[in-house]
């Protein structure tokens, strides 16, 4: 896996959402981190949503499911 | 499916000439690869269409709550702790599950050294406060 974190792109994102907010030095790398388990747990979610439906993929409605769960 | 796809590309090229200054987001090959990464079983394209909807709508809630932490504290800049307090608030942080021990199994040696430049334990390196 590539192991670097997109931190301007981070930034960007939460200054477009909140232009009047500021990010104290190495905050981006926790919003990451952040980023990181968010994927980890949609993708556990995910994966036992397609086991119980005994699929062998995963497609969008197991997706779906797991992220109405978050 | 052939019928749905082409009329696509022609409205979706003239959209994006029109608004120059694109939403920034995080690379969707960066989305494909963790979350393919985490699931280690195959994943159609629709799902990552949902994992990448879910990514922005996650942003977007991010930001609010991040915005929610800092204004409560009176501040205008969102430290290190507020992020520590939202993902115990997401159940990520817990009491035996400590933020440096995420930050070491997630994050690479380098930005590690960023965070944890000396190990936690009663040095005054990260201010918990």
Known sequence: MRCTAPRSTLRKIIKNHKPQLRLAANADLLVHLNFLLFLHRLAEEARTNAFENKSKVIKPEHTMSAAKVL | ALQ??????VPKRLKTSQRKPREPQVARSLIKEIFSHFVKIPVTRDAFKVVE????RFFKQLSNDLEAYSNHAGRKTVEMADLELLMRRQGLVTDKMPLHVLIERYLPLEYRKLLIPVAVSGNKV???K
């Open chain 2, 4 to 9: 749905l796809l082409r009329p696509k590309p």
């Open chain 2, 53 to 56: 909807k879910c990514s922005e």
């Open chain 2, 126 to 128: 990260i201010p918990l």
